[in-house]
């Protein structure tokens, strides 16, 4: 199983953008993807996943600054207005399905695979 992040780089404050994670050696909307993000000297929080049935979750902190979707082979994450706090480096994982198959986590420990990771800078 291989991840590989995409689109990362500086935005302004209140600017967009958008990363891609492409999803090899997993069997095609039968996995979930998670991302998130790790700003030097924190955790890692997740910002939000995709079931492989397509469904979405975000924590409800951050419901409206992310925006999760897939495209065949790949997920993407829009910032959808970048913050300062958005300066980190952005992470997508994923894992198969769980028994209920619209269900996503947002929970590091629940992911199997992990991309290298795409930095994020966000300046005023």
């Known amino acids: 199983v291989k991840l590989t992040e995409s689109g990362g780089g500086s935005v302004q404050t209140g600017g967009s953008l958008r990363l891609s994670c492409g999803v090899s050696?997993?069997?095609?909307?039968?996995?979930?993807v998670g991302w998130f993000r790790q700003a030097p000297g924190k955790e890692r929080e997740g910002v939000g996943c995709i079931s492989g049935y397509g469904s979405t979750r975000y924590p409800s902190s951050l419901k409206r600054q992310f925006t999760i979707a897939q495209d065949n082979t790949k997920t993407t994450l829009r910032i959808n207005s970048a913050k300062p706090e958005d300066t980190a480096t952005f992470y997508c994982?994923?894992?198969?399905?769980?028994?209920?198959?619209?269900?996503?986590?947002?929970?590091?420990?629940?992911?199997?695979?992990w991309g290298p990771g795409a930095q994020v800078t966000v300046s005023s």
């Open positions: 994982a994923a894992r198969t399905e769980y028994s209920s198959p619209s269900y996503c986590a947002l929970e590091t420990s629940d992911y199997m695979y």
């Open positions: 050696g997993l069997t095609l909307n039968h996995y979930v």
